[in-house]
Structures are given as C-alpha cells and as structure tokens.
C-alpha cells in the first residue's frame, strides 16, 4: 500500500476507533463488508476511490479537493469549529514521522512483546498526531523516537522505552490541559468590517 493510501486509511482507522463504531457496524453503514474494511485497516488491500469514499462517508466524514494555496485557511477553519467528538485530524505535515513511530513500535512490540510502556508510547503518539504542536513539541517528539530508534534493538532498550514513554506522556498532558487562546480567523474577506 502507498504511503499515501497507509496514512488516509490510518487517519480512517482512527476515527472509527475513537467513535466507538466496529468494522462491523462500519461495513453496514457503508455497504462494504466487515472483510473488505478489515483489509483495507490493515494495509493487505489497496482501498478503491469508492469504497474509500463510502467508508470515509459513513464516519461523518467528507473528501474534498481544495487548492493548495488554501490548505492552511481551510484547516484553520476546520479547527475553529471543530468539536472534540468530531475527531478531526489536521494533517500535520509529520505525518510520515509519526508513521513510522508507530511502525517502530509496533516491531519492537512484534520482537519483545507488549509492554504498558510501548502501549504509553503508541497510545501518546496517536493522540500527538492530531494534536497541534509547536516547533519545540515537535522537536521533543523527534527526539524521543530518533532514541526509541537508536535503542530498538539493545538490551538497554526496557529503560529506555519507560523513559521516552514518560516524556510522551508529560507532553501528551500538558497538551491535553492548555488553555487554547480565542480562535482567530485565518484571514478576513475585504468589506467584512461594520464601520
């Protein structure tokens, strides 16, 4: 699967996950069975235009084609208005590195097993991932993986999971408990003043 297609059916995944619906209930709401979604979830399947758009459909979700130019004020205004059971995942622009975090442990969970520590750290990488961070938030984040990374295969590498599942989770928080300032417009149209 492309890595295009891998990133659109996780960000798929993950609002149905965190909508509470099944493959099941999915499959009936979208007309494709729980099979065909269960392929496409877990990458055996390359997911068709339709069958996508179907799916993406019966999550409350709509597919759009914006111009490039207008990307940023469209997911400014998305996330303006967005509510927290709207699941709305913005796009980051890291998305190819906090893909292959997840990658990277879901190896290291595939060689040494499950452990709460990699369960944190996958658990605090996908909230991350549609949070809104900061140039700092951001380096921190590629700084814990790059050393998840570094020590995947080490002996060292129990430590030094807890570690960086510590600081994922510290970051995790304080994102979770900020006070967001007053939405402001991403831009204005000329004329929209009063006076």
């Not at 399947?45 to 990307?71: C, H, N, Q, Y």
């Not at 890291?94 to 658990?123: C, P, Q, T, W």
């Amino acid at each position: 699967m492309s890595y295009q297609s891998e990133s659109l059916t996780a960000q798929a995944r993950e609002v149905r996950e965190a909508s509470g619906v099944s493959q099941r209930a999915l499959s009936e709401r979208a007309g494709l069975t729980q099979s065909h979604i269960s392929q496409i979830e877990s990458g055996k399947m390359e997911p068709g235009l339709s069958s996508f758009i179907d799916m993406t459909r019966a999550l409350g979700l709509e597919l759009m084609l914006v111009p490039k130019k207008l990307v940023p004020a469209v997911l400014s205004l998305v996330k303006a208005q967005a509510t927290p059971e709207m699941h709305i995942h913005a796009g980051q622009p890291n998305d190819k590195r906090f893909a292959r975090a997840e990658r990277l442990v879901k190896k290291m969970k595939h060689l040494y097993g499950s452990s709460a520590d990699l369960d944190r750290i996958e658990e605090a990488l996908r909230f991350l991932r549609r949070a809104s961070l900061g140039d700092q938030e951001m380096q921190l984040v590629r700084d814990l993986t790059a050393r998840l990374e570094r020590y995947q295969a080490s002996n060292q590498a129990a430590p030094i999971a807890r570690d960086i599942a510590q600081n994922l989770q510290r970051l995790r928080n304080s994102i979770a408990h900020r006070v967001s300032p007053e939405p402001q417009p991403a831009y204005s149209l000329d004329g929209d003043d009063d006076a």
